[in-house]
């Protein structure tokens, strides 16, 4: 999302052109009800998870970080961590900061004592790439009856297909059967990747650090896939522990990390009650069709672009949509 863009701006990264598609902006589909707008400021850009990694991972080593790969973190210590190398003894690696960023099932949480959740629900997500032109410069939403079906471009010829559901056994396959006008399109498109599945977790846990460790990313918490933010939140918090570690003071991180993450989740919030609601759901979408600057209003607090203010009157003006939808 073009907030996610400039906070790895501010960490000095560039996403090339060649590896990225662009996008202007969000399509809502649901039950032949269209709804679209675009980004306040900026653009968005599909990029397959191997090229992001790999951009990190260069621009990592040119920062001077020393990567350990195939070594495996089996512990904690007052010193810093044990690590096992491949066919290895494992051994001490000393450090004065430990920051877990081992996703959503982090180890580095339990071992902090961290685990202690506020909250935890969870989704299921499964992905596939499919070599066919996009056939729409919107990254689009489709609402179904017990799922939601997103279409991102992410190369001149190649889009990203996902499919999420609280239904651990509905399968891609099955899932856009529930989406005609997408399966008519993808019907002589080549896949380009295996199908992958993953967890979508909105995730609140009590605390993110102690003492001298910290939880980043998805090991941190996270906000459901629905809101395409959850790079965009490891960027963020990526930058905040920095100015944290150079002031060598873990403290401002918790109440940091608690304030970037407040918009996302009331996002994620707003739109999943959209996927439990499907009367409101249908009233929405009404909505915003018969008055586009809804919509657009939604996106801009989406990407962190309106003030508390225009949130606020965009609010009054959905609620109003809603009553003569």
Known sequence: MPDGIA????????????????????????????????FPRGFAVGVRRTNLHRVLVEHAETAGVRFLWRAVVTGLRPEGALICRELGRGELVRA????GADGSSSLVRRWAGLET?????????????????????FMELHWGPCCQLYVTPVAPDLI???????????????????????TERLRDAEPG???????????????????????????????????????????????LLAECLVRENLQPYQAGHRALARRPILMADLMLLLEQRAGLRRRVMQAFRSRP?????????????????????????????????
Not at 17 to 36: D, K, N
């Open 160 to 182: 990203c297909v996902a499919l999420i559901s609280r239904d651990p056994s509905l399968r891609l396959g099955e899932g856009l059967l529930k989406f005609p006008d997408v």
């Open 96 to 99: 004065r900061w430990i920051v």
């Open 193 to 239: 990747s295996v199908e992958r599945g993953a967890m979508s977790v909105t995730r609140k846990l009590a605390r993110v650090c102690a003492r001298r460790v910290a939880l980043i990313g998805d090991a941190s918490g996270g906000v459901d896939a629905i809101t395409g933010e959850g790079l965009c939140l490891a960027f963020n918090q990526a930058d």
């Open 117 to 137: 959740h506020r909250r935890c629900d969870k989704r299921y997500a499964f992905r596939r790439h499919y070599r066919v032109s996009p056939w729409s410069d």
């Open 7 to 38: 906070a790895l701006e501010r960490l000095g990264v560039t996403l090339p052109a060649t590896e990225t598609h662009r996008f202007r902006g969000i399509r809502f589909l649901s039950s032949g009800v269209s709804a679209e707008a675009v």
């Open 293 to 325: 600057k809804l919509f657009a209003g939604m996106l801009a607090t989406h990407v962190g672009a309106a003030s508390p203010f225009d949130f606020a009157a965009n609010g009054l003006a959905l609620g109003w949509g809603l009553l003569t939808a």
